[in-house]
């Protein structure tokens, strides 16, 4: 737990500062490794990577909060990178998203988001809809009341801008930091205006998820307290392009030295902790150097 707790400190600072960060879209050991080793200094594990991820599947509200649990803890044992965890509508009403917190917050998870919309989808509805704001609200509350450190991150998101109105949204996100979240997330706006009366409303950090074109100025998001710009979830994306060209390759007949792209294998060591490994093999296993 003191290790984790480190680790949430490093969010708070990043929500404390003065400027906005880009996140690393992490969604499995090997890409937190990746993140930390560049640099990063919080990682983000969005849903929509998740059930990639996890199920291979898009992202429709079909993973459970077991399976992103086991997910994370693979993560927080594989690097230290602070990662802040989307965990969804908390998988329930608002007693789930105090079990989402608690497992969470066991898994190493450093921060979380707990969001307005209603998930699953409702039947029959295909545009996209959101809690009432009484609810809302009584869903960050439990999240507040299930968290044991207090270092731990809870971010009330609302994604009401692009489902109901902005009016809407700044309500519930004041609502939100009335009970006590330390930051709010801000999805669905759709110009700077918008931001900036967001921000003009709250006194929070904020954390915007896939802002508008307009919007991707570093110093400007800055000066608007967004202290995280999620810009979606790249990584995965290129891996599943690697991963299906690499394979087609090969089943197109080519051999081992044809495969182009390939990790080299210094950056196999690295990643792998390769040293590290061969290290505790001497001292533990009796092993030559």
């Known amino acids: 737990m003191t290790t984790f707790r480190q680790r949430r400190y490093g969010l708070r ?13 992490v969604y499995d050991a090997i890409s937190v490794r990746i993140a930390e080793d560049l640099g990063f200094e919080v990682g983000m594990f969005g849903g929509s990577a998740a059930s990639l ?16 649990t086991e997910q994370m803890r693979r993560m927080s044992r594989a690097g230290s990178l602070p990662v802040l965890v989307d965990a969804d509508h908390g998988y329930g009403n608002a007693l789930n998203v105090r079990r989402t917190v608690e497992e969470l917050e ?3 998870a450093c921060g979380l988001t707990i969001e307005d919309t209603l998930l699953p989808a409702a039947f029959g509805e295909a545009k996209a809809q959101v809690i009432s704001a009484e609810e809302g609200l009584g869903k960050v509350k439990a ?3 299930a968290r044991q450190d207090p270092a731990l991150v809870i971010v009330g998101r609302t994604g009401a801008a692009s489902i109901t ?3 809407d949204a700044i309500a519930r996100a004041k609502s939100y930091e ?3 979240v330390d930051a709010i997330m801000f999805t669905g706006l759709k110009n700077r205006a918008e931001l900036e009366a967001a921000s003009k409303a709250t006194t929070l950090p904020i954390v915007l998820g896939t802002p508008s074109d307009d919007m991707i100025d570093w110093d400007f998001l800055s000066a608007q307290r967004v202290r995280i710009c999620i810009q979606g979830h790249a990584p995965i994306s290129a891996a599943m392009a690697a991963v299906h060209a690499t394979l087609k390759a090969v089943r197109d007949g080519a051999g081992p030295k044809e495969l182009k792209n390939l990790a080299s294998a210094e ?6 902790r390769g040293a590290e490994v061969k290290q505790r093999g001497v001292d533990f296993l009796g092993l030559k150097k």
């Open 106 to 108: 066991a898994a190493g």
């Open 13 to 25: 600072a990043i929500l404390a500062g003065d400027r906005c960060v880009r996140p690393g879209s």
């Open 267 to 272: 950056l196999m060591q690295s990643v792998t």
């Open 165 to 167: 109105s902005l009016d």
């Open 178 to 180: 009335a009970a006590g």
């Open 53 to 68: 991820a996890i199920l291979g599947d898009p992202d429709i509200a079909l993973i459970t909060l077991s399976e992103l």
């Open 143 to 145: 999240a507040l009341n």
